[in-house]
């Protein structure tokens, strides 16, 4: 499957502590975005990365690339209770039209 | 705000009448795609149009439809509704597959 899976399925943390998920894949890839969906709305669209970068930052955010063992990771720094969401890794992958979505990381930020 | 609105944001049908999902592309946009999400589960994609072209389609039966107008705007149509169609609809609108997509709000069906 192209699918990416994200890992782990859910964290919990108390608030100001880091939150690290990770996607995995086994296609290749031109990028790879990182959404978060709050209480089944729409997707916030978080940030991209293409298949030739291997890190970057936004904010509190910081994503990270390994093509050679097709992987990503999401750090989200000094989290906060509003950071409480799911968050999904997509694929885009050569030759292709659409985002593969994984099954998402569901993190709860307690206060 | 991603500036992707989505019409209405909730609806409940009865099992085999049509539905049509409406969404508008933020501006400059021409590519749509649209998503179906279960609840619990990622996002599953249904088509994508280009330029007012179905431009790639995902493993979506035939009574899955849609269309795009001239000014990028999009329906998607559901006939003959079932069950299992009841999830999250999600449009999301982007300028070419490079620079990312950007989802609406979605619309939540509910078939019963």
């Known amino acids: 499957s192209q699918q990416g899976e994200e890992d782990p399925q859910a964290l919990s943390i108390q608030e100001g502590e880091n939150a690290t998920m990770n996607c995995s894949y086994k296609t290749s890839i031109n990028n790879l975005q990182w959404y978060r969906q709050n209480s089944g709305r729409g997707l916030v669209h978080l940030i991209l990365?293409?298949?030739?970068?291997r890190e970057k930052h936004s904010g509190r955010l910081r994503v990270t690339l390994d093509t050679s063992k097709k992987s990503s990771s999401l750090l989200i720094t000094a989290s906060r209770a509003a950071d409480t969401a799911s968050y999904f890794c997509?694929?885009?992958?050569?030759?292709?039209?659409?985002?593969?979505f994984g099954t998402g990381t569901r993190l709860k930020v307690l206060a | 705000e991603t500036g992707v609105t989505q019409s209405p944001t909730h609806l409940i049908k009865t099992r085999g009448q049509q539905v049509t999902l409406r969404c508008s592309s933020q501006?400059?946009?021409?590519?749509v795609s649209w998503y179906q999400q279960a609840l619990g589960q990622g996002p599953q994609f249904i088509f994508q149009?280009?330029?007012?072209?179905?431009?790639g389609r995902g493993n979506f039966p035939p009574r899955f439809s849609g269309l795009q107008f001239p000014n990028y705007s999009s329906e998607l149509n559901v006939n003959a509704l079932e069950l299992d169609d009841s999830a999250l609809y999600l449009c999301?609108?982007?300028?070419?597959?490079?620079?990312?997509?950007?989802f609406g709000q979605g619309t939540r069906l509910t078939v019963v």
């Open positions: 990365i293409r298949s030739n970068e």
């Open positions: 501006s400059g946009h021409n590519t």
């Open positions: 999301a609108s982007s300028l070419g597959g490079a620079l990312g997509a950007f």
């Open positions: 149009y280009y330029r007012e072209e179905e431009n």
């Open positions: 997509a694929l885009s992958t050569s030759g292709t039209y659409k985002y593969i």
